[in-house]
């Protein structure tokens, strides 16, 4: 059943004539009437009956393993998976949701916060609730208009919405119940991760550190929608309370980390929670992670210098009260986007006494290491390097990293190994506890990190304080960005955290692989942004099964059981931050292709339908312009502006346009319409008068036709 919007509202077709009972509260509304018994989700159904039949909550279990105890599907007859159904998610955006499965319904989201429910034996829909996002928020969001997925919970469908609202929908009907705005839509917030739901509070974090934020994770109450507690992860600029729980916190650990000057004061100082929020019911405690400063650059951040809690940070909160427990900072005075916002695993390992059993929280952060905390303590028991790595060579013996001097860049640039985009970033990785081994999504893409010497802050743009256009030479042919290419990888990694040392490792074709799947059959499920969906034998990394998903297939794959025949199922689309800023030169039939939910079963005969993109016209559309100082000016402006969304060396992926062959490009009136006045910003293409003259656009566009005419020449066009 399809939702009708009206001022905000989603109303059921069916009883769009019929009379509502509305309440107004503030920034809510409720709807009073609720369906019993439908999606009767609660905390101890997601804990007893995850990873089972069902798909309750993100990370399948609370402990968020991504481990199926389902059993049909296993190494004997994985090779006879098929295509189940698929559904066509209607986007060309990102997609990154993992679905949830209750009741034989499935609920998934796409780009823009849009939500799914979908008969999960056939894929047929049920309805869908599409919140109207005003695109022009699309600048606000770092790495593209993505979103996780949603929690499930007392018959309502919670969603976070990339204009900071956080949504309760009728599980039945897709009627909105009650939304509340969680941040203030003046700045540049967005929510892209999915809620998690538990003891009937609803927790959400944002994301937005890279344009100038104040990060916090709240829980609110799953019924009204009414805030219970708030985290903030950096201290106000006056370091007084906030009248939060994280006050205590500040007082404690967190205010001597922070000097009184610097960028922070003004932009918020990020750290925001944008991902991994985890519920450890042993301790009783939300157990989240921290990402990056704002800006990314300490020395404009923070000149004091100091370890700026709780950025890139793994943090325990009281469940009831947000009272802090404790905290791990995984990169101390965080300098490169090293974020600790990827996937926390809780387990049970022998790692006790005498090998005795010890509860622990693992991650595999951006920084390259594997982490092994105590759960209850926070206490640091081991910390190993995943991948390549030279910003540092080791951990002290509290897990402080050991820093290589160079890494702290100045004006020089310094090749480094991670580079922002991380040594495993938001893609979720799973643990067995069949093999006793993490399977995590790693990657080698390094990145240039110099200081920018035009660094001033600004609202709603992106912050780093880096130079990105640092040795990038103003004119770029097609053979530097096949180089940049050759140096991007991407791996498969099974990681055993007792030996602290790789069991097995798969080496990919291409960087930014996709998160993982691990099954009672024997089975590590991953999807490849090249559009291959594979299945390994979980001990030994043997590859046992693929199918090509004609779309990227970089989000969280799941498993569940419905009339006794067990289903694989992951959504798939191009985009994300790797294909905005990094994804250039991709296979043009994966990235342009429509996203879609793709399910598998054993046997299953069905099809996955071409549902590319016209392909446009690789030809420039005016002759280069200009001296080599304004195209040179137009590289510097271009990086600093507009390569993270069309991509380095104005080489697009597809998700969002190629300039170097846009009409718009060859018409100055019409360039300047929109870069500078903003014609397009309906589209999400909103002005750049702020941070761009008229002169400056027009070098930007120079810039572009030079790089339109050098691959013209080189090739007749990539």
Not at 669 to 676: I, P, T, Y
């Amino acid at each position: 059943m399809k939702i009708r919007t009206w001022r905000g509202w989603a109303v059921p077709a069916l009883l769009a004539g019929s009379a509502l009972l509305l309440v107004a509260c503030g920034d809510r509304q409720t709807k009073i009437a609720q369906p019993e018994g439908f999606a009767a989700v609660d905390t101890a159904r997601i804990a007893a009956e995850s990873g089972g039949d069902e798909w309750l909550t993100h990370g399948a279990t609370y402990d968020e393993q991504r481990h199926s105890k389902l059993t049909q599907v296993n190494k004997e007859n994985v090779a006879q998976l098929g295509v189940a159904w698929t559904y066509d998610l209607a986007t060309n955006r990102g997609v990154e949701s993992t679905p949830i499965v209750v009741d034989g319904v499935m609920y998934v989201t796409s780009a823009w916060s849009v939500v799914y429910a979908l008969d999960a034996k056939t894929g047929a829909e049920k309805w869908v609730y599409n919140p109207e996002v005003d695109k022009a928020v699309g600048v606000k969001a770092c790495c593209d208009v993505v979103n996780r997925g949603v929690a499930v919970y007392d018959g309502k469908v919670y969603v976070g919405v990339i204009d900071g609202r956080l949504e309760a929908l009728n599980a039945e009907t897709g009627a909105v119940v009650w939304s509340t705005v969680t941040v203030d839509q003046d700045k540049p917030y967005t929510i892209t991760g999915a809620p998690r739901v538990v003891n009937g509070k609803v927790l959400i974090g944002n994301g937005g550190a890279e344009l100038g934020v104040r990060g916090y994770l709240s829980a609110y109450d799953t019924s009204s929608g009414d805030l219970v507690w708030r985290f903030y992860t950096v201290p106000n600029p006056l370091k007084q309370p906030d009248g939060a729980a994280s006050d205590d916190a500040f007082v404690k650990v967190g205010n001597v980390t922070w000097g009184d000057e610097g960028a922070w004061t003004t932009d918020g100082g990020g750290g925001t929670v944008w991902d991994s929020i985890v519920y450890d019911a042993v301790n009783n405690q939300i157990i989240f992670g921290v990402g990056n400063g704002s800006p990314w650059n300490r020395t404009f951040r923070d000149p004091s210098g100091g370890d700026n809690l709780f950025l890139s940070s793994i943090v325990a909160v009281d469940v009831d009260t947000g009272a802090y427990k404790w905290h791990f900072q995984t990169t101390p005075g965080d300098n490169w986007d090293y974020t600790a916002t990827q996937t926390i695993i809780l387990a049970d390992l022998p790692l006790g006494e005498g090998g005795a059993s010890r509860r622990v929280a693992m991650q595999a952060p951006k920084n390259g290491f594997f982490y092994v905390l105590d759960a209850a303590t926070g206490q640091y028991l081991s910390g190993d390097a995943f991948g390549p790595m030279n910003w540092a060579t080791g951990l002290d013996a509290n897990g402080r990293p050991i820093e290589n001097p160079a890494a702290r860049y100045g004006k020089e640039p310094f090749q480094q190994l991670p580079g922002p985009l991380g040594a495993h970033n938001w893609q979720p990785m799973a643990f067995s506890p069949q093999t006793g081994l993490a399977y995590i999504p790693a990657q080698e893409i390094p990145q240039a990190y110099s200081e920018d010497p035009r660094f001033v802050s600004r609202p709603t743009g992106w912050n780093t304080g880096i130079d990105f256009s640092a040795g990038i030479p103003p004119i770029a042919p097609p053979e530097v960005a096949k180089m940049l290419r050759a140096t991007l990888k991407g791996r498969l990694v099974a990681w055993d955290p007792v030996a602290r040392s790789a069991k097995w490792t798969v080496e990919h074709e291409n960087a930014w692989n996709g998160g993982v799947l691990s099954t009672e059959g024997g089975l590590v499920f991953q999807g490849k942004l090249n559009g291959d969906f594979v299945a390994y034998d979980a001990a030994t990394g043997d590859k046992l099964w693929s199918h090509p998903l004609k779309s990227g297939g970089a989000s969280g794959p799941g498993t569940y059981m419905i009339d006794g025949e067990q289903y694989i199922t992951i959504t798939t689309g191009w985009g994300s931050a790797f294909a905005l800023a990094a994804g250039f030169g991709y296979d043009e039939k994966v990235s342009s292709s429509v996203g879609k939910v793709v399910t598998f079963k054993v046997g299953g005969t069905g099809e996955i339908a071409d549902t590319g993109l016209t392909p446009i016209e690789k030809t420039p559309k005016a002759p280069a312009f200009g001296s080599l100082a304004l195209v040179s000016q137009g590289a510097v402006h271009y990086a600093r502006n507009c390569a993270v969304c069309h991509g380095p060396l104005a080489v697009s992926s597809g998700v969002l346009p190629d300039l170097r062959w846009s009409a718009i490009a060859g018409n100055a009136d019409a360039w300047k319409g929109v870069v500078v006045d903003g014609n397009l910003a309906a589209n999400g293409m909103v002005s750049f008068a702020d941070y761009l003259t008229p002169d400056e656009s027009e070098a930007v566009r120079a810039y572009v036709l030079s790089q339109a005419q050098a691959a013209a020449t080189e090739s007749g066009g990539q």
